[in-house]
């Protein structure tokens, strides 16, 4: 009898992880002893260079500005672009250190679901995906047309050239920013979608353990629950959202059978 594969987050989130590792926004941290190490230090170094490309663009921005601005719609483009790529860049961070920390990967491989749970969580992660990579190709639709057809309003993202150094071929620039914009609505949708798609779970969870104290005091003869009875279910909650912290790892099993299908 062939034994049961179990269901680990990492295989329900594999669409929406794939879509972030190809722009450096996940990546399982190398050892020596795994066997696809030098495939996983690729992957980690792509995750850096994007991390360093995004605060260099963040900090190039701060160059957008100049001593003869007015206070009108161009001066706020200017502000919020400047904070959109500060903002992208914070997040492109947040996501490479929970990467590094492997704290991201303790949950997504330890945590073991049940086939309902399973199936819930495919569901909500094709939808997921299907919605932040709508959102990348429209952005990207929007940027093409911004940079290449509106007779180069947009050319003031090219700081600092254009802007306090004449360029003869802006061509090339407006190319290269079409590039880098292809990580910065990374950073922009891929992260806010992962983040939603986490607390969508935890949020069911906490409704699954206030439900589970509901069915416990009605079942109970004089509607109180024993401080045994409340500290089981503290523990299988515990279980059931991958709790865990950076300097503790979880258990080598756990089973999800609380999450509604």
């Keep these: 009898m062939s034994r049961r594969r179990q269901n680990t987050m990492t295989d329900c989130l594999r669409p929406l992880l794939t879509s972030m590792r190809l722009f450096g ?10 066997e696809n190490w030098r495939c996983r230090v690729a992957w980690m170094s792509h995750a850096v260079f994007v991390v360093a490309l995004l605060w260099l663009n963040a900090v190039r921005f701060l160059s957008v500005f100049r001593s003869d601005d007015t206070f009108d719609m161009a001066l706020l483009n200017k502000i919020i672009a400047m904070l959109w790529s500060i903002q992208c860049a914070v997040s492109q961070t947040a996501f490479y250190a929970t990467c590094h920390l492997g704290t ?12 309902a749970c399973a199936y819930y969580l495919r569901r909500l992660v094709a939808v997921y995906t299907i919605a932040a990579w709508s959102v990348f190709v429209v952005g990207l639709a929007f940027w093409v047309y911004g940079i290449f057809f509106t007779d180069g309003s947009m050319d003031m993202m090219l700081a600092p050239f254009v802007t306090h150094v004449s360029i003869s071929n802006v061509l090339v620039g407006r190319v290269f920013l079409i590039l880098l914009s292809l ?38 003869e004089d509607g109180h629950i024993g401080d045994d009875e409340i500290e089981a279910i503290r523990q299988r909650h515990q279980v059931s959202i991958g709790y865990t912290s950076v300097f503790d790892p979880l258990p080598t099993k756990v089973n999800i059978n609380h999450f509604p299908p």
């Design 25 to 34: 926004l996940y990546f399982v941290r190398p050892s020596k002893d795994s």
């Design 183 to 220: 990580y910065l609505l990374a950073a922009h949708s891929f992260t806010q979608t992962m983040t939603y798609l986490l607390a969508t779970l935890f949020a069911h969870q906490f409704k699954n353990i206030g439900d589970e104290l509901d069915r416990s005091l009605e079942e109970s």
């Design 104 to 115: 991201l990967q303790k949950v997504f491989a330890n945590v073991k679901l049940s086939d």
